[in-house]
């Protein structure tokens, strides 16, 4: 099977079948057997869809979505409300937008191994939310149930099913969102009066019926399921398919085991595994999902021919030589043809070209010289097409979506000899950069602002550049279209694809986020300014608001080819007062201003991904004291936090194993543990006698939030307390001081409530809930409606040192640029530096 996977066009992906690409090799043409073949003959006379639905990437079932697709053969599809931009990052320090650009793909990974298409909304993950109600404040609700609507009708399930019900037992307020918001689409998109703007590009749609997938978890007891089971639809999802090699339940893992970022690797299971459906709307199953529902050619007027001839296909099928059946599926072609238009017809015409093409061992790709290009510039592009098939193939013409010139050949492609050949063509002027579509213009807390109507429920972008091969097969036309992508070698990894992207001429990359001024002495920001192509000139500034200034005012620069770089320096000088705000690096490019940078997001699991963000940073003048110099950080999943203590001023070591020796850790004034060290780093089980060593002859160790679950030993402190799921959502909840006189609230920063103004996403999560009283609570906030959560700051005197655990989201607040939480952080790793004549800060006011 040679076509490329397009789930992000309205086009389906062939099914699981296609799913023997690697990771690296998502971009590449796929490469069907012959087993899979057959898969797709079979799934030729399967006329039925299905759509999960849930908020977030991972919330999906993947065995009930690989049964779905490889069993039953029914185009299955996931969709998650969010992208999952507010979670943790297990793998790197990409948080917010950049977390969603990976779960995106990790999404769509899952969805190349388990046979599914995926499927967005506009709802933005703004973090973890207790209950609709606050959902739907931050989320437009309106805006979210027309995206689920407009999925309903351009996929047309026939079946429906939620991932969570729509009441408490969901746990978090998007899952409940999502199943409220899924009832709600279900009626919606059949009628023509909500979202009539839709009906231009899509038909109403009334599916059968909607379900929710739930199990022995949504009930009290193992006795209360048993009792209610009964009235509970029953799939058998934990069949094997042999034609693909593994059980349902072995796909589901490899599916689950992409959502990297998240830590979700799975084992896969062989054997009988039930999945429980709940009816909700619609009409109800007795027996099976599909009850009711035509799933064959009987169900498109006049198919039934073409039903015949695929089961002729699928009879005569030799896997030794799977391209005899290629006449027979070009007369089912013809007669598929011949139809009135309608929705199967034109989802069964694409699949039929696919199986064709994958009996026949088609291989057409075109790549691009280099991953990237800037309007107004040539492409060089190198073409390659093969037939391995004795099947009379012609390959009359190759079309570009961006150029009108064609490349004109008329030529046999005769069996397992291949053309290949170059041919430059250049970017029109205008052509749009490949920022990810929900990225291009500003959005809000709760939702992305997206223009175009057709983009709304695609995963990602369609391909930057698109090549056609006008083909005729047995004398018969047909129509490939293949995305243009860059292909390199790897010295390690072989073959490695990247989607081909087009880009600004010139891009400004400021070197910080956050850009933090903790006295009158300026600071020296780093631009760097890079050429998306060839003799570039023009002139960098910076843009400053009122009372900030930097020296150069403006910097000109020449860059001669390609990929060239221009490190450039400004000093930047602060006011005298507090303050917050923003400064943007521009370049003038032949009298038009550039305002964005180049990110490249490579990790190996996904393919590569580039977005051009705003050219910005936060500037910060702080009134800040601080107590201490140098710092050793333990990574733990992932953060920013030592560069952002090195921006006001701190000396931070990124301790290695070598470092974990009592000797060398009493260099360091503090000892601080990154987010989830104890979920993630196997060693500290091995590493914490020695940090309570450190402790207990005077360190002070900061440790921040870990999980519950998988802790690498049980005790994370030096005196026992219970972590927990307790946290706090609202980001401007108040907070309140349960030791006010205690030195972390005093010294050497007079904190108060001011200091808490401005956080973003929350104020912290999984704090403890239980503790011995050798901690003391130190602050106190909850959600409105909850109890008071007093473990998100406990610090405990240990021998001459002081142990502190802390759930607050220091992680999300230092690189945001919050004064407060710098200044509360300040202190934390002050404590114990002020007290003259021996003890700590903590142990002196602990022993008044």
Same mark, same amino acid.
């Given at each position: 099977?040679?076509?490329?996977?397009?789930?992000?066009?309205?086009?389906?992906?062939?099914?699981?079948?296609?799913?023997?690409?690697?990771?690296?090799?998502?971009?590449?043409?796929?490469?069907?057997?012959?087993?899979?073949?057959?898969?797709?003959?079979?799934?030729?006379?399967?006329?039925?869809?299905?759509?999960?639905?849930?908020?977030?990437?991972?919330?999906?079932?993947?065995?009930?979505?690989?049964?779905?697709?490889?069993?039953?053969?029914?185009?299955?599809?996931?969709?998650?409300?969010?992208?999952?931009?507010?979670?943790?990052?297990?793998?790197?320090?990409?948080?917010?937008?950049?977390?969603?650009?990976?779960?995106?793909?990790?999404?769509?990974?899952?969805?190349?191994?388990?046979?599914?298409?995926?499927?967005?909304?506009?709802?933005?993950?703004?973090?973890?939310?207790?209950?609709?109600?606050?959902?739907?404040?931050?989320?437009?609700?309106?805006?979210?149930?027309?995206?689920?609507?407009?999925?309903?009708?351009?996929?047309?399930?026939?079946?429906?099913?939620?991932?969570?019900?729509?009441?408490?037992?969901?746990?978090?307020?998007?899952?409940?969102?999502?199943?409220?918001?899924?009832?709600?689409?279900?009626?919606?998109?059949?009628?023509?009066?909500?979202?009539?703007?839709?009906?231009?590009?899509?038909?109403?749609?009334?599916?059968?019926?909607?379900?929710?997938?739930?199990?022995?978890?949504?009930?009290?007891?193992?006795?209360?399921?048993?009792?209610?089971?009964?009235?509970?639809?029953?799939?058998?999802?934990?069949?094997?398919?042999?034609?693909?090699?593994?059980?349902?339940?072995?796909?589901?893992?490899?599916?689950?085991?992409?959502?990297?970022?998240?830590?979700?690797?799975?084992?896969?299971?062989?054997?009988?595994?039930?999945?429980?459906?709940?009816?909700?709307?619609?009409?109800?199953?007795?027996?099976?999902?599909?009850?009711?529902?035509?799933?064959?050619?009987?169900?498109?007027?006049?198919?039934?021919?073409?039903?015949?001839?695929?089961?002729?296909?699928?009879?005569?099928?030799?896997?030794?030589?799977?391209?005899?059946?290629?006449?027979?599926?070009?007369?089912?072609?013809?007669?598929?043809?011949?139809?009135?238009?309608?929705?199967?017809?034109?989802?069964?015409?694409?699949?039929?070209?696919?199986?064709?093409?994958?009996?026949?061992?088609?291989?057409?790709?075109?790549?691009?010289?280099?991953?990237?290009?800037?309007?107004?510039?040539?492409?060089?592009?190198?073409?390659?097409?093969?037939?391995?098939?004795?099947?009379?193939?012609?390959?009359?013409?190759?079309?570009?979506?961006?150029?009108?010139?064609?490349?004109?050949?008329?030529?046999?492609?005769?069996?397992?000899?291949?053309?290949?050949?170059?041919?430059?063509?250049?970017?029109?002027?205008?052509?749009?950069?490949?920022?990810?579509?929900?990225?291009?213009?500003?959005?809000?807390?709760?939702?992305?602002?997206?223009?175009?109507?057709?983009?709304?429920?695609?995963?990602?972008?369609?391909?930057?550049?698109?090549?056609?091969?006008?083909?005729?097969?047995?004398?018969?036309?047909?129509?490939?279209?293949?995305?243009?992508?860059?292909?390199?070698?790897?010295? +390690?990894?072989?073959?490695?694809?990247?989607?081909?992207?087009?880009?600004?001429?010139?891009?400004?990359?400021?070197?910080?986020?956050?850009?933090?001024?903790?006295?009158?002495?300026?600071?020296?920001?780093?631009?760097?300014?890079?050429?998306?192509?060839?003799?570039?000139?023009?002139?960098?500034?910076?843009?400053?608001?009122?009372?900030?200034?930097?020296?150069?005012?403006?910097?000109?620069?020449?860059?001669?080819?390609?990929?060239?770089?221009?490190?450039?320096?400004?000093?930047?000088?602060?006011?005298?007062?507090?303050?917050?705000?923003?400064?943007?690096?521009?370049?003038? +490019?032949?009298?038009?201003?550039?305002?964005?940078?180049?990110?490249?997001?490579?990790?190996?699991?996904?393919?590569?991904?580039?977005?051009?963000?705003?050219?910005?940073?936060?500037?910060?003048?702080?009134?800040?004291?601080?107590?201490?110099?140098?710092?050793?950080?333990?990574?733990?999943?992932?953060?920013?936090?030592?560069?952002?203590?090195?921006?006001?001023?701190?000396?931070?070591?990124?301790?290695?194993?070598?470092?974990?020796?009592?000797?060398?850790?009493?260099?360091?004034?503090?000892?601080?543990?990154?987010?989830?060290?104890?979920?993630?780093?196997?060693?500290?089980?091995?590493?914490?006698?020695?940090?309570?060593?450190?402790?207990?002859?005077?360190?002070?160790?900061?440790?921040?939030?870990?999980?519950?679950?998988?802790?690498?030993?049980?005790? +994370?402190?030096?005196?026992?307390?219970?972590?927990?799921?307790?946290?706090?959502?609202?980001?401007?909840?108040?907070?309140?001081?349960?030791?006010?006189?205690?030195?972390?609230?005093?010294?050497?920063?007079?904190?108060?409530?001011?200091?808490?103004?401005?956080?973003?996403?929350?104020?912290?999560?999984?704090?403890?809930?239980?503790?011995?009283?050798?901690?003391?609570?130190?602050?106190?906030?909850?959600?409105?409606?909850?109890?008071?959560?007093?473990?998100?700051?406990?610090?405990?005197?240990?021998?001459?040192?002081?142990?502190?655990?802390?759930?607050?989201?220091?992680?999300?607040?230092?690189?945001?640029? +919050?004064?407060?939480?710098?200044?509360?952080?300040?202190?934390?790793?002050?404590?114990?530096?002020?007290?003259?004549?021996?003890?700590?800060?903590?142990?002196?006011?602990?022993?008044?």
């Amino acid at each position: 099977m040679l076509k490329y996977l397009r789930s992000s066009s309205g086009i389906l992906c062939l099914l699981a079948l296609l799913f023997t690409c690697g990771v690296t090799q998502a971009q590449a043409p796929v490469r069907s057997s012959s087993g899979q073949v057959l898969q797709g003959l079979k799934k030729l006379n399967v006329l039925g869809s299905a759509l999960y639905v849930a908020a977030h990437p991972d919330d999906e079932n993947t065995r009930l979505i690989a049964y779905l697709s490889n069993e039953k053969l029914y185009n299955t599809g996931y969709l998650a409300v969010t992208r999952g931009d507010g979670g943790q990052n297990l793998i790197g320090p990409e948080i917010r937008e950049e977390l969603g650009l990976i779960r995106t793909q990790e999404l769509l990974q899952a969805r190349r191994t388990d046979g599914g298409r995926q499927f967005f909304t506009r709802a933005n993950d703004f973090g973890y939310s207790k209950d609709p109600e606050e959902t739907f404040t931050i989320w437009d609700k309106e805006q979210v149930l027309a995206d689920m609507v407009y999925v309903i009708r351009k996929f047309r399930p026939d079946v429906m099913i939620t991932r969570f019900p729509p009441d408490e037992r969901a746990g978090h307020g998007h899952h409940t969102a999502s199943a409220i918001l899924a009832e709600e689409a279900f009626t919606a998109a059949a009628d023509p009066k909500r979202f009539p703007e839709q009906l231009k590009y899509v038909d109403v749609w009334q599916p059968k019926r909607l379900l929710w997938n739930t199990g022995v978890w949504s009930f009290k007891s193992q006795e209360e399921f048993e009792k209610h089971g009964k009235e509970l639809l029953k799939v058998d999802v934990g069949g094997y398919n042999p034609l693909l090699g593994k059980s349902y339940g072995e796909i589901a893992a490899e599916s689950r085991s992409m959502h990297k970022s998240q830590g979700f690797g799975a084992t896969g299971a062989r054997g009988t595994s039930i999945e429980y459906l709940q009816h909700t709307k619609g009409d109800k199953a007795e027996a099976s999902l599909f009850e009711g529902i035509p799933t064959s050619w009987s169900r498109v007027k006049g198919g039934e021919k073409v039903g015949k001839l695929i089961q002729k296909a699928i009879d005569t099928y030799r896997p030794a030589e799977p391209a005899a059946v290629v006449p027979t599926l070009i007369t089912a072609k013809k007669e598929l043809d011949k139809l009135p238009d309608s929705y199967w017809k034109r989802v069964k015409q694409e699949e039929l070209q696919d199986v064709m093409q994958a009996a026949m061992g088609l291989y057409l790709e075109v790549t691009a010289n280099d991953f990237a290009a800037t309007p107004g510039q040539p492409v060089k592009l190198n073409v390659e097409a093969i037939n391995r098939s004795a099947v009379p193939v012609t390959l009359r013409k190759v079309r570009y979506s961006f150029s009108s010139a064609d490349t004109t050949l008329n030529k046999p492609l005769q069996n397992n000899e291949p053309i290949k050949y170059s041919a430059t063509r250049v970017l029109p002027n205008g052509s749009e950069s490949s920022q990810p579509y929900w990225l291009r213009r500003k959005g809000t807390l709760g939702m992305f602002a997206v223009e175009s109507q057709q983009e709304v429920g695609m995963p990602e972008n369609a391909p930057a550049v698109q090549a056609t091969f006008d083909l005729t097969v047995a004398g018969e036309p047909l129509q490939v279209k293949v995305p243009v992508v860059y292909k390199r070698t790897d010295p +390690v990894e072989g073959e490695v694809y990247r989607p081909f992207v087009i880009t600004p001429p010139v891009f400004v990359n400021v070197a910080e986020h956050v850009y933090v001024f903790a006295s009158q002495e300026p600071k020296q920001v780093q631009v760097l300014v890079k050429a998306g192509k060839a003799n570039l000139n023009g002139t960098l500034k910076l843009q400053l608001p009122q009372g900030w200034r930097s020296v150069p005012a403006a910097v000109p620069f020449t860059l001669p080819t390609k990929g060239a770089e221009l490190p450039v320096t400004f000093t930047v000088y602060p006011p005298q007062e507090q303050q917050e705000a923003e400064l943007k690096a521009v370049a003038v +490019v032949e009298g038009k201003e550039y305002q964005h940078g180049l990110k490249v997001i490579s990790y190996s699991h996904i393919p590569a991904q580039v977005t051009f963000p705003d050219a910005t940073a936060k500037i910060v003048k702080l009134d800040l004291q601080k107590k201490g110099q140098k710092i050793g950080y333990l990574m733990g999943a992932g953060d920013d936090i030592p560069t952002s203590l090195q921006q006001i001023g701190y000396d931070v070591t990124l301790l290695q194993d070598e470092d974990m020796r009592l000797n060398k850790l009493q260099q360091f004034d503090a000892i601080i543990l990154g987010v989830r060290a104890y979920n993630t780093v196997d060693r500290l089980k091995f590493y914490q006698p020695t940090l309570l060593e450190y402790v207990k002859q005077g360190g002070n160790l900061i440790v921040q939030y870990n999980t519950n679950h998988s802790l690498v030993l049980p005790n +994370v402190g030096p005196y026992p307390l219970q972590l927990s799921r307790d946290r706090v959502t609202v980001e401007d909840a108040e907070v309140r001081f349960l030791e006010p006189n205690h030195p972390v609230l005093n010294t050497p920063n007079k904190i108060t409530r001011k200091d808490f103004e401005g956080w973003v996403q929350e104020r912290g999560l999984y704090f403890p809930n239980e503790w011995s009283e050798e901690y003391q609570a130190i602050l106190s906030s909850n959600d409105p409606g909850e109890p008071a959560r007093k473990g998100g700051l406990l610090v405990a005197p240990y021998g001459k040192g002081n142990y502190i655990y802390t759930g607050y989201s220091w992680f999300r607040e230092l690189p945001a640029g +919050v004064p407060g939480a710098y200044r509360l952080f300040a202190n934390l790793i002050s404590l114990g530096k002020n007290t003259p004549g021996g003890g700590t800060d903590a142990q002196s006011h602990s022993n008044k």
